[in-house]
């Protein structure tokens, strides 16, 4: 949660419930993935539990509220989560269970409005002014919502109720969890006003640290800066959005046609490696994951970004833009290669690599290619019968050479053939 | 023929000065090969000579002869064309150890001077990275044996089984070693293909019986037994940066460890019955032929207990015949011709008398040379103005006196000659010098250019692994994640590496930290073990911290130097070596209180126009001793610490002598012998002195019959037994050790019945003497540091202003800043803000219109700042605006803003705190046109439209209608940006809730009755935690609460609950017991603490009520067996906790207040 400064406060909040105005809905599932999980463990109800992958490696996806309480967070290590909550459960995370939760949970949704924005798996915006007349007010569209995720689903969510997006947000991360919090048109500027200026969506650390000297502590001492002196501080952009912010002005719409923006995978290892061979394996197959899914989607990729974490947790992202648009495994490889190779490292710690397409156009309207470039077509047909087989025999059938296991020995390393494919669901997959 | 059990002679061993490499020290490998009956053993370490000398002593010690030589990297005969390698973009490049090796063994003093210069030459080239060029072998050759090792260039040829470049890599040597050339085969039964093979032994044998070269067997040996390879591991990820499992590294196979006879004959076989020889022990009979041939004789060929000085040539201009002679009379005549200015026709006979008895000895050692060498550098130094001061035992004698080394004057205060040089003992004596520390190492360079680069080093350290960098090796070694590592290593104390399980089971706020329980779970064990098994192995070798050599032009033939951090050359061996191997070793100490003294007598100068002449200034002004009789004596040297001040409290010193006792009563010989309580008691007339005999009284009169000084055990035992004072002085360094102490003892005995004592006195007598045993203070010791002692109170009780800015800007003590300013208010002293056009570099005092005097805050504190921005605003003063300062200075823009915080606008532009009037201009105006201006610079493409543009649209500040900074936050930015509380203290914000919950005050501790419960509350300004008698760890803790400082003790009953919150907490509430010790002296026994913030939250919600139930429901101390932990024995019997000499672990903000390890004995 990135807005952790908004805790909700000891005892009841409210701002009364006139709704009128307020068609923006944020709804927030409650410890999404440890949620999900514990529907298959009941006995942990009420107990610490985080899911985060096995082993000190990866970091906390999802900690229950009992885990929460004993400073786990989520993105949080696991090495130091394990060390804060040592009696905390571990689950490993089982990505389809809570993919198939969120196609549920969004599907009541859809079934209130079109217009749903998907953030994430587990969050999304609404705007349910279509809505009003089919199933009344936002406040009672809200809790029905909420019934049927926890009916359905069996896991509870926050709601914000609010006239514009952001503080729809602000109001359902208040009211987490298991919350409604309706925001009066009339009661914006009371509840926006005395939250701390990090509350403000566009505020990180440094601008807050750089308000805070100015002596800019709440929204509501934005709110009261002349708009020109904000922008001489920040930056005309920077400085006239907040001051909008702070007064509750939010011009955006709930879009809920987002466009797939790029198709990645990334995989976190079981150990932190300086192994150039068995890291070259490993983005051949990633490369391999993505051209396959580029494929399926039908689309072709402008440009392939590499992205290196090391075991500090600092994180390196390369891109580079092609000539032609590319859904061919061997083209992606060979862009992510050089772009890795160019890193020149030696004795870095590698704890994950990432192979993403980015700049998708459509199949349809990539340029066809040249004659003389026939023999490429070669290789893209093969990979395009590889897709066939995998789709009759499974993902496991055709693979690569250089991803044979013992094609490359592992053993001096201590490497096992395949890293822990856990990650591989980000923001656009 | 020799059978089996011909004893071996191993020639390549490196031991634990193979930095990161070797396991085992050279004591522990020589007494192994004793044990094995091995007559000789070489140590060959890598790149250096850094244990040559410990190694002599150690084969001397266990009678095997030993043989010296250095396993170095080589630069390849044909140059492999390395690619160009870019620099990796994260993580650094592999350490790179490719080169060949070589090993070369000296043979005889020529062997050994050509061993270092080799070395030397090795490390000519970039630091780190040691290789020797083939021209540099060329040269240094002659006394030289070269062993091509398996890992040289021809054996590695060898092992790929490339005989043919093998013939044309070893033509060169062989041209240029001729007959002092051999191969060395070892075998460590790895895979074929491996230069530790049977194999590439076999084909290397082979190949060398072919070319007719000797071939010798060795075991390539890094650790002392099979078992250790895991050690070596460790060293190797560490050395090489990369973690446990990385395929770089080749994993040890227990093979190198230091076999038995019997076990190399074994390897001496299967290799010969692999090579196919006949013959199957010529390989172990041509290893001991050579071993022989390189056997030294440290005394000899390595000169050991020598004696050199520069050349009497470098100090006079003209040349020199006989130099002893002329240096002798040259030495003669400085000190005839000072007596005259240092003493009056009274005291002048005694004078010459005793100037004559030393010379004597000066005259029977040799030693002119030496007096007049250190004279020179003493003169040298204080001709570049910079401030000098001896220190040690040679203050004792009237030559260093008279020649200006030393400030204080023996006759006058009863010091002797004998403690600092004997006519006994043919060693050169140690002169320590103080200088200025802020220009010690421009010192270095003066010395360097008047003695020559080859005459002169400095002298290097070994560092070893302590707990912290074992932590830190170990675990990066293991991949444990960087986060996790860091919290580990930082939460343990500065203690040995062997001590970190202990540890993590006996300090409260280590045990019940997650690693406290992870270790009590027994999940650490193998992390530990390997910690612990790193424990003392040399880690990096570092510059000492004053140690120079000063020799003639043999220098370099008798040791190899290497390149510091710093760039100095520095020799490889360490101060012990150094004195070994006869070298004259200056130590050149930069002492922080001689700046900050230099400082304020600058500062005198410019204020008030007057020149000091501090170190003529007479040693018995009364408002000195005033001032250090009221223990307001934070920021004097020596005396500031909260033991020293209790002690003056009850001291109450009156004349420079008392200072001298001072001084050495504070150490941990009189406190473990009890000399303090009777000392005191018959000081202030409680009880009479005793006096075992009436021939003593006279020598230990000064000090009430108790005995303090080293001269004063010379002195009685010299008077008991009628032996000389050098003979005395011998026997008190040999009552340093309980066998030294038995012999002793029969002599006195003997002695002083011959002398008629009756035995009841002699008892009486030996009791004292026996108690003192090697502890005690060399009376010259104390008087040389007694004279800045009072220096520094003199400058403090005369020119506080000046003293407090000379104090603060070199930081001279053991408390933090802010301690030492809230001490200045104290004296009368206004604390003047940061000002954009007063303040300088450095601290400043400012005569105030009223009079009074003011206290500047310094540039140099500002956060961030760098040494060009604070020279460009002192040079760009006075300034106009803000705009003005960013332009003219060009200061970044944090440094900017971080000067507006701190204040350094607020005159130039009329700020009041806590003010808001429409239309006039906030520090926040000021912030705000700042990140303008930034953001207008960073939108500039280039500089010169840069300032185009700032001089055309950016004029200077306007209002924005932003409020103030209110007092609160003006203190937090100050803490924040100067790391001080300057225009309020800290605890002016919790006024209210202090005066409510009634605790009491610094001021009025003296106030308050003996054993009386209170709390007191204040900001924790310093904690210490010396060793003390008992073997306990006690933690010191002293609060400063705006009124004064005030100390707590917390022992070990209080520190299982609270411990946890006086190291994590900056501001504390404390109860305690009240303690009188004197007049002056109180102190707190903590029985709890709070941290005050949390204090004050509750009582905020719930008033007094609310901190009382805090109180009464936190622990009471007490209850509960003490758990059994290790304690160390002294030598003495002295216990002590091994957690205790140790500088405690260190959070952040560190710079707001002060830990240490303390003084001992308190």
Redesign the interface.
């Known amino acids: 949660m990135s807005r952790s400064q908004v805790r909700r406060p000891q005892g009841r909040i409210g701002f009364g419930d006139d709704d009128t105005g307020c068609p923006i809905l944020h709804i927030d599932m409650d410890a999404f993935y440890a949620s999900v999980e514990l529907l298959d463990h009941p006995e942990l109800v009420g107990t610490p539990v985080i899911v985060g992958a096995g082993g ?1 490696r990866g970091v906390v996806l999802s900690a229950t509220y009992e885990a929460r309480a004993l400073g786990v967070h989520s993105a949080m ?1 696991m ?2 989560a394990r ?2 909550a ?1 009696q905390a459960t571990i689950l490993p995370p089982r990505h389809s269970l809570y993919s198939e939760a969120s196609q549920g949970v969004m599907a009541i949704f859809r079934s209130v409005t079109p217009q749903v924005e998907p953030l994430s798996l587990d969050e999304a915006f609404l705007d349910v002014s279509g809505a009003l007349r089919r199933l009344g007010p936002p406040r009672h569209i809200a809790e029905l919502i909420r019934a049927r995720v926890v009916d359905e689903q069996g896991i509870t969510c926050s709601v914000g109720v609010a006239p514009t997006k952001f503080v729809a947000k602000l109001a359902s991360t208040r009211c987490k969890p298991d919350g409604l919090l309706v925001i009066p048109v009339d009661q914006v500027l009371a509840f926006l006003h005395p939250l701390p200026v990090g509350a403000l969506w566009g505020v990180g650390e440094k601008t807050e640290e ?1 308000l805070t ?4 502590r709440t929204v509501g001492d934005i709110a009261h ?2 708009l ?2 904000l922008q ?4 005309e952009a920077t400085g006239s959005h907040l001051y909008e912010l702070s007064w509750g002005r939010d011009s955006r719409s709930v879009n809920p046609h987002e466009p797939e923006k790029s198709i990645g995978n990334e995989e976190t290892f079981a ?2 490696t ?2 150039e061979e068995f890291v070259r394996t490993r983005i051949a197959a990633l490369a391999d994951h993505v051209a396959a899914r580029l494929r399926r989607a039908e689309f072709r990729a402008r440009t392939i970004s590499l992205k ?1 974490r ?5 994180t ?1 992202t390369r891109s580079r833009t092609l000539h032609d648009p590319t859904d061919v495994g061997k083209d992606v490889y060979d862009t992510a290669w050089t772009l890795f190779a ?8 590698i704890r994950l690599v990432g192979v993403r397409a980015e700049n998708l156009i459509p199949a349809e309207d990539a340029p066809e290619q040249l004659l003389l470039d026939a023999p490429e077509h070669g290789r893209r047909d093969a990979e395009v019968a590889i897709d066939g087989l995998r789709d009759r025999f499974g993902d496991e059938a055709v693979v690569p050479g250089r991803l044979v296991p013992g094609a490359v020995n592992r053993t ?3 490497q096992p053939p395949h890293g822990d494919r856990s990650a591989g669901v980000a923001p656009g997959d | 023929m020799p059978s089996t059990s011909t004893p071996f002679t191993h020639l390549q061993v490196a031991s634990s000065h193979s930095l990161q490499y070797g396991t085992a020290t050279a004591q522990a490998l020589v007494t192994r090969a004793a044990e094995f009956g091995q007559p000789i053993i070489g140590v060959t370490d890598r790149d250096g000579l850094y244990g040559a000398v410990q190694w002599a002593h150690a084969c001397r010690d266990a009678g095997v002869a030993p043989v010296i030589g250095v396993d170095l990297a080589v630069e390849p005969s044909s140059p492999t064309h390395a690619v160009s390698r870019r620099t990796p973009a994260r993580g650094g490049a592999w350490i790179e150890e490719s080169r060949p090796r070589v090993v070369f063994l000296a043979s005889g003093a020529r062997g050994w001077a050509s061993l270092c210069r080799l070395v030397t030459a090795a490390h000519s080239h970039t630091r780190g990275d040691p290789y020797l060029t083939w021209q540099s072998v060329q040269q240094h050759h002659e006394g030289v044996v070269a062993l091509l090792t398996p890992d040289s260039e021809p054996g590695r040829l060898l092992a790929a089984d490339r005989p043919w470049r093998a013939d044309a890599a070893v033509r060169p040597w062989r041209a240029l070693f001729g007959r002092w050339l051999a191969m060395a085969v070892s075998c460590h039964h790895r895979p074929a293909g491996h230069r530790h093979s049977l194999a590439a032994a076999a084909r290397t044998v082979r190949w060398a019986r072919e070319n007719h070269l000797p071939v010798v067997l060795t075991n390539g040996v890094r650790y002392l037994d099979r078992t250790d390879a895991p050690v070596a591991d460790i060293l190797d990820a560490s050395r090489l940066l990369v973690p446990l499992r990385s395929s770089r590294l080749e994993h040890a196979n227990g093979e190198a460890f230091l076999k038995s006879s019997a076990e190399m004959a074994q390897v001496a076989e299967e290799i010969a019955r692999a090579a196919g020889e006949r013959d199957r022990h010529r390989l172990v009979t041509d290893t001991i032929h050579l071993a022989e041939f390189c056997a030294l004789q440290p005394e000899r060929d390595l000169g050991l207990g020598e004696v050199f000085v520069p050349e009497l040539d470098v100090l006079v201009d003209h040349p020199v015949t006989d130099p002893v002679r002329e240096a002798t009379a040259l030495l003669w005549q400085r000190c005839r011709s000072a007596l005259p200015q240092r003493y009056d026709s009274g005291e002048l006979r005694a004078a010459e008398e005793r100037l004559a008895a030393e010379m004597r000895t000066i005259e029977h050692l040799g030693f002119a040379g030496y007096f007049l060498t250190v004279a020179e550098v003493v003169d040298m130094i204080r001709a570049e103005g910079v401030r000098v001061a001896a220190r040690g035992s040679g203050a004792g004698s009237l030559v260093n006196h008279l020649l200006g080394i030393s400030g204080v004057d023996p006759m006058r205060h009863g010091l002797l000659m004998e403690r600092f040089l004997s006519p006994l003992r043919r060693m050169l004596p140690d002169i320590d010098i103080d200088v200025e520390s802020a220009r010690r190492t421009e010192m270095y360079d003066r010395i360097f250019e008047r003695f020559g680069h080859e005459r002169v080093a400095c002298v290097a350290m070994m560092e070893t692994y302590r707990v912290r960098h074992a932590v830190r090796d170990v675990g990066k070694a293991l991949g444990m994640p960087a986060a996790e590592v860091d919290a580990l290593a930082k939460s343990f104390p500065h203690v040995r590496a062997r001590y970190a399980r202990s540890a993590l089971a006996d300090l409260p706020e280590l045990r019940s930290s997650t690693f406290g329980r992870l270790a009590a779970e027994g999940t650490l064990d193998r992390f530990l073990t390997l910690v612990e098994s790193l424990d003392g192995l040399p880690r990096h070798v570092a510059l000492h911290p004053c140690g120079v050599i000063l020799s003639d032009l043999t220098l370099l033939d008798r040791t190899p130097t290497e390149t510091s951090a710093a760039g100095y050359a520095m020799s490889q061996f360490d101060k012990h070596d150094v004195e070994h191997m006869g070298f004259l070793k200056l130590d050149v100490l930069g002492v922080r209180m001689q700046s900050a003294m230099a400082y304020a007598l600058d500062e005198i100068e410019r204020t008030e126009g007057v020149r000091v002449e501090l170190d003529t200034t007479s040693l018995d002004d009364p408002d000195t001793f005033a001032l250090i009789r009221t223990t307001h004596t934070l920021g004097c040297f020596q005396i500031e610490s909260p033991g020293q001040r209790e002690l003056i409290g009850k001291f109450a010193p009156e004349y420079f002598s008392d200072l001298i006792i001072d001084i050495s009563l504070f150490r941990p010989g009189p406190v473990k012998s009890d000399m303090v309580t009777p000392f005191l008691r018959a000081r202030q007339g409680w009880s009479s002195p005793e006096y075992p005999h009436p021939d003593l009284r006279s020598i230990v009169e000064e000090t009430y019959g108790v005995v303090v000084f080293h001269e004063q055990v010379m002195q009685i035992v010299a008077t008991m037994t009628g032996c000389s004072l050098a003979e005395a002085d011998e026997s008190r360094r040999a009552m340093g050790s309980p066998e030294g102490q038995d012999e002793v003892r029969v002599w006195f005995y003997r002695a002083a019945h011959a002398q008629g004592y009756e035995l009841a006195v002699i008892e009486r007598v030996w009791e004292i003497l026996r108690a003192f045993a090697s502890f005690g203070f060399c009376k010259a010791h104390a008087a040389a540091f007694a004279l800045p002692t009072y220096q520094s109170a003199w400058l403090k009780a005369h020119h506080p202003a000046a003293f407090f800015s000379g104090v603060l800007t070199h930081d001279p003590g053991m408390y933090p800043k802010r301690l030492i300013l809230d001490d200045a208010r104290h004296f009368g002293v206004v604390i003047l803000g940061l000002d954009i056009n007063a303040s300088r570099a450095g601290y400043h005092a400012e005569r105030m219109p009223d009079g009074e005097w003011g206290l500047r805050m310094a540039f140099q504190e500002v956060k961030g700042i760098s040494d060009t921005e604070v020279e460009a605003l002192v040079a760009g003063q006075p300034f106009s605006s803000l705009e003005d300062v960013m332009h003219r200075a060009g200061v970044s823009g944090p440094t900017a803003e971080n000067l507006v915080l701190a204040g350094a606008f607020d005159a130039l532009y009329g700020f009041q705190q806590g003010t808001h009037r429409r239309h006039h201009l906030t520090r926040r105006d000021l912030l705000i046109h700042i990140a303008e201006h930034d953001r207008s610079r960073r939108s500039q493409i280039s500089p010169a439209q840069l300032s185009l543009d700032m001089s055309s649209t950016i004029t200077d500040v306007v209002p924005s209608g932003l409020g103030e900074m209110n007092a609160g936050e003006s203190v937090r930015a100050e803490l924040e940006i100067l790391g001080l509380d300057v225009s309020h203290h800290m605890m002016e914000f919790y006024e209210d809730m202090l005066a409510d919950l009634s605790l009491v005050r610094a001021r009025d501790l003296l106030g308050c009755r003996s054993q009386q419960e209170i709390f007191v509350a204040g900001v924790k300004v310093a904690t210490q935690t010396p060793p003390i008698r008992s073997g306990k760890r006690v933690i010191f803790v002293t609060l400063d609460d705006a009124t004064g400082p005030m100390d707590a003790t917390f022992f070990e009953d209080v520190q299982d609950p609270y411990a946890g919150t006086v190291f994590d907490s900056w501001l504390l509430m404390v109860r305690g017991v009240v303690r009188r010790t004197g007049p002056r002296g109180v102190s707190l026994r903590a029985t709890g603490c709070w941290e005050l913030g949390e204090v004050r939250r509750i009582w905020k919600d719930g008033g007094r009520e609310a901190v009382i139930d805090l109180v009464d429901s936190s622990p009471v101390p007490g209850g509960g067996e003490p758990r059994s932990r290790p304690i160390l024995l002294h030598a003495s019997g002295f216990r002590q906790s091994p957690y205790a000499d140790v500088k405690p672990a260190d959070q952040a903000p560190s710079k707001l207040w002060h830990r240490s390890p303390g003084t001992p004995g308190w």
Request: glycine share 10%.
């Open positions: 000190n290590p090495s130091r060390r804060i040592p750089h000297r100015l002596g800019l800066t002349p020109v002196t001489r501080a920040l930056g150990e932190d300086d192994d290196v090391f075991s500090d947790f600092s390196i160019a890193l020149g490292l030696e004795r870095a710690q001096e390393s201590g």
